[in-house]
């Protein structure tokens, strides 16, 4: 019989890291990453499941911030270290574990990365927001003008203090990102004192500081130089185009490597919009809208008329029923249902990366008004998460 836990103290956290390690391959920490991990694990927040005495697996959230379409804060939960001993696999663990979690989250939504795609939306996930992975060929990128603001280089003491307050103020730009917590700074602390080459650059504008870039720059056998963005958080364009100037003018790098949303409009900054090349799509956000109506009230829609929802939702009965979507906002109804959909692919539209006339064209959703629906749903600029937890 699977027993679920919360765990609370220091032995049992790294006993709960040691397994998750384990169940991905990895060797269990030492010492030092040990020493950088601990601050991630949020006392409540930390399940284990146990047969007898025995810890067969994890999961945990840390807590925090997400943006919805239309630009209101909810509070979130990142969904981390989930895995199950090898030798206890397929006998339900991960099932107990999710409904465990699911039902007494305090949070409205939670997002996780999932290692294979068939993991999750049996538990009511979807994937929610894709992102692409862009090579500049830096040699031939061309960017007309010159810089508005100012870049400068700064120390990694400084940009232990300083990139929190920042990321504070304005990380969460677009639908899906979430806000850092201590343990995800402590982290990338660490990322950056191990990677000796890492280097953080900040921006300048009228009004202070309003973007930050961090990078390394690697070389390989033929002595060509290739730069990947490891971070890249700004708040308005001239940020965004004066960062973007200074690593295109950076001396000897050939090419620059960096994850963007499916909307970015870096094609458009250069002279020549081939030197943008998309190596890859890949799924990044899987969204689990735990409290449904306060989900569907809590962002914004477009369109000009109403549709009614029902929702299926066998792990979490509370969400069932029907919704009202109106542009003027969302409530629960006795109305006749347009659309028939279950919870993980409403978790695949809430944010807009996917439309619901794409899931009908693969009769994964039924009824009819679909356009009507995508119009409602659909908003100024894809989801992107550019916090990797
Ligand atoms: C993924 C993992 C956590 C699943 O744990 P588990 O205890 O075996 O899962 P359950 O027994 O509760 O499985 C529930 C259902 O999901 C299916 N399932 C679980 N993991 C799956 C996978 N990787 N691929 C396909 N199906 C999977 C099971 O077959 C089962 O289906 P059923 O209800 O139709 O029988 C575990 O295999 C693991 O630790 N994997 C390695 C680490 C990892 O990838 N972690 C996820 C990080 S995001």
Same mark, same amino acid.
């Given at each position: 019989?699977?027993?679920i836990r %919360?765990?609370?103290?220091?032995?049992?956290?790294?006993?709960?890291?040691?397994?998750?390690?384990?169940?991905?391959h990895?060797?269990?920490?030492t010492d030092e990453?040990?020493a950088?991990?601990?601050p991630? @694990?949020?006392p !409540?927040r930390?399940?284990?499941?146990? &047969? *007898?005495?025995?810890? /067969?697996g994890?999961?945990?959230?840390?807590?925090g911030?997400m943006r919805?379409?239309g630009?209101? /804060?909810?509070?979130?939960?990142?969904?981390?270290? +989930?895995?199950?001993?090898?030798?206890?696999?397929?006998?339900? /663990?991960?099932?107990?574990?999710?409904?465990?979690q699911?039902s007494?989250?305090?949070?409205?939504?939670a997002?996780?990365?999932? $290692?294979?795609g068939r993991?999750?939306?049996?538990? *009511?996930?979807?994937?929610?927001?894709?992102?692409?992975?862009?090579?500049?060929?830096a040699?031939?990128?061309?960017i007309?003008?010159?810089?508005v !603001?100012?870049?400068?280089?700064v120390?990694?003491?400084?940009?232990?203090?300083?990139?929190p307050?920042l990321?504070?103020?304005?990380?969460?730009?677009?639908?899906?990102?979430?806000?850092r917590?201590?343990g995800?700074?402590?982290?990338?602390r660490?990322?950056?004192t191990s990677?000796e080459?890492?280097v953080?650059? %900040?921006?300048s504008g009228p009004?202070?500081?309003?973007?930050f870039?961090?990078y390394?720059? $690697?070389?390989?056998?033929d002595f060509?130089?290739?730069?990947?963005?490891?971070?890249?958080?700004?708040?308005?364009?001239?940020?965004?185009?004066?960062?973007?100037? @200074?690593?295109?003018?950076?001396d000897?790098v050939?090419?620059i490597? %960096?994850?963007?949303?499916?909307?970015?409009?870096?094609?458009?900054?250069f002279?020549?919009?081939?030197?943008?090349?998309?190596?890859d799509?890949?799924?990044?956000v899987w969204?689990?809208? %735990?409290?449904v109506?306060r989900?569907?009230?809590?962002?914004?829609?477009?369109?000009?008329?109403?549709v009614?929802? &029902?929702v299926?939702?066998?792990?979490?009965?509370?969400?069932?029923?029907? @919704?009202?979507?109106?542009p003027d906002?969302?409530g629960?109804?006795d109305?006749?249902?347009?659309i028939?959909?279950? +919870?993980?692919?409403?978790?695949?539209v809430?944010? !807009?990366?996917?439309?619901?006339?794409?899931?009908?064209?693969?009769?994964?959703?039924?009824?009819?008004?679909?356009? +009507?629906?995508?119009?409602?749903f659909? !908003?100024?600029?894809?989801?992107?998460?550019?916090?990797?937890?």
């Open positions: 019989m699977t027993e %919360v765990l609370s103290d220091e032995a049992q956290y790294r006993a709960h890291n040691t397994l998750f390690r384990r169940a991905m990895w060797g269990p920490p990453q040990w950088v991990t601990l991630s @694990y949020e !409540g930390v399940l284990a499941a146990f &047969e *007898g005495d025995e810890m /067969v994890t999961t945990q959230t840390f807590g911030r919805v379409p630009g209101a /804060v909810v509070p979130h939960s990142a969904v981390s270290r +989930v895995g199950v001993r090898a030798d206890y696999t397929r006998r339900g /663990v991960l099932s107990a574990l999710m409904r465990e699911l007494t989250t305090p949070d409205p939504v997002t996780l990365r999932a $290692s294979e993991i999750y939306g049996r538990f *009511g996930y979807g994937l929610a927001g894709r992102v692409r992975f862009l090579r500049v060929d040699k031939r990128a061309v007309p003008g010159s810089p !603001g100012r870049v400068r280089m120390d990694p003491d400084v940009a232990d203090k300083l990139l307050e990321h504070d103020a304005f990380g969460l730009g677009r639908p899906g990102e979430i806000s917590w201590p995800w700074w402590a982290r990338a660490d990322r950056k990677a080459n890492l953080t650059v %900040v921006h009004d202070g500081d309003d973007g870039l961090c390394k720059v $690697s070389e390989d056998k060509r130089h290739h730069l990947e963005v490891e971070d890249f958080v700004w708040a308005n364009d001239d940020a965004w185009r004066d960062l973007w100037i @200074y690593l295109t003018r950076l000897l050939d090419t490597e %960096v994850d963007a949303a499916l909307d970015d409009p870096l094609n458009w900054l002279e020549d919009p081939r030197v943008v090349h998309t190596k799509v890949y799924d990044q969204l689990r809208l %735990v409290d109506p989900m569907l009230a809590a962002r914004t829609y477009g369109g000009a008329e109403s009614v929802i &029902e299926h939702d066998k792990l979490l009965p509370a969400n069932e029923g029907r @919704y009202r979507i109106s906002g969302a629960r109804t109305d006749q249902a347009d028939t959909i279950p +919870v993980d692919l409403l978790g695949a809430y944010l !807009g990366d996917t439309k619901f006339s794409d899931l009908a064209a693969t009769k994964r959703i039924e009824g009819a008004r679909f356009d +009507v629906a995508d119009a409602l659909a !908003g100024p600029v894809a989801p992107l998460c550019s916090t990797f937890f």
